[in-house]
């Protein structure tokens, strides 16, 4: 390849990555919404349903503004300032929203896995506003400099910087700390939950635990991936390549959050029925069977309800 002919082609296979993420997250609005009407759209007003609908539809605003921003074929005064408006509070900080709305929502799920353990609901929070801060300062400080531009290369007009923020890499890693510990968390109270389940003789599909973990880690594997790869680019290749993976990691992880949010309000219309299957297979008399519907039964209603 011409090396003089390499930042059009790392041009254009942002754009190609930017147009695929929104075909990917609309293509799954769509599969999803008559989930999305039939759990959400009568629900109870509350902190978790916010978030959901924030979730959903920031991050296809915030991805269709992004599409726009590197597809604009017009140079002009006002189009810079879009740019501008983009580069440098959109791109940012609506990465920054779209992120922290979802680890709210993932930290709402735990707490409810904890059994709302109030303790619990303060050291999250302060774990995620050091997140937030954290990341938010790195991403200011990297993009400070930085120079907007709407003609990055001759004849080519999107949205982009000239220089390559400084130790713009370094934001994922307060966010994958925040997800590991999460994540740890989780599998901790996963894992007593299934030996407890493996003594009473109760299969996994009873177990909503098991939907929880399940979704926890595909979330967490997604983030990892999509934000490790967001590190690399954004700390080695060049400039044109920045918004290659992070637009689909917006997407891959909006998608995710809405997944489990819908896994969850499917196990929780199920729960009935398999409680009570779980009761004629093995018994009232069962003292440890028992025992887990009590637990299954408080779990799913906990979850539920804040999920």
């Known amino acids: 390849m011409d090396l003089a002919l390499a930042p059009y082609f790392d041009l254009s296979a942002s754009r190609y990555s930017q147009v695929s993420a929104l075909a990917l997250i609309l293509w799954d609005y769509f599969v999803t ?45 006002t189009v810079l300032l879009f740019c501008t408006i983009y580069v440098r509070y959109l791109f940012t900080g609506g990465g920054m929203i779209h992120i922290f709305v979802i680890q709210f929502i993932l930290a709402f799920r735990l707490w409810a896995m904890y059994g709302n353990a109030r303790y619990l609901l303060w050291v999250l929070g302060i774990l995620w506003i050091i997140t937030a801060i954290s990341a938010s300062a790195i991403v200011h400080l990297s993009f400070k400099h930085a120079t907007v531009t709407s003609e990055p290369l001759p004849g080519i007009r999107a949205c982009s910087v000239m220089n390559r923020p400084e130790k713009i890499w370094a ?13 740890a968390m989780a599998s901790f109270k996963a894992i007593r939950y299934f030996i407890f389940a493996a003594k009473a003789n109760i299969p996994i599909k009873f177990q909503i635990i098991h939907v929880l973990f399940r979704d926890s880690l595909v979330y967490y594997f997604i983030i990892l991936a999509f934000y490790g790869a967001n590190a690399l680019l954004w700390g080695l290749a060049p400039v044109a390549l920045v918004n290659t993976v992070y637009c ?3 997407a891959m992880t909006s998608i995710a959050a809405s997944r489990m949010a ?45 999920v």
């Open 262 to 306: 819908f896994n969850l309000k499917a196990q929780g219309q199920r729960r009935t029925l398999d409680i009570g299957t779980l009761k004629e297979q093995n018994g009232s008399h069962n003292k440890t069977v028992s025992a887990f519907v009590v637990l299954q039964e408080t779990m799913t209603d906990r979850t539920f309800v804040s």
């Open 33 to 77: 919404l008559d989930q999305e009407i039939s759990y959400f759209w009568n629900a109870s007003l509350s902190w978790p349903t916010i978030l959901f609908f924030i979730n959903r539809y920031f991050t296809i605003a915030l991805i269709s503004t992004g599409t726009i921003a590197l597809v604009s074929q017009q140079v002009n005064e």
């Open 171 to 183: 934001y994922v890693i307060p966010i994958l700390v925040f997800e590991t510990t999460l994540f």
């Open 248 to 250: 689909l990691s917006l």
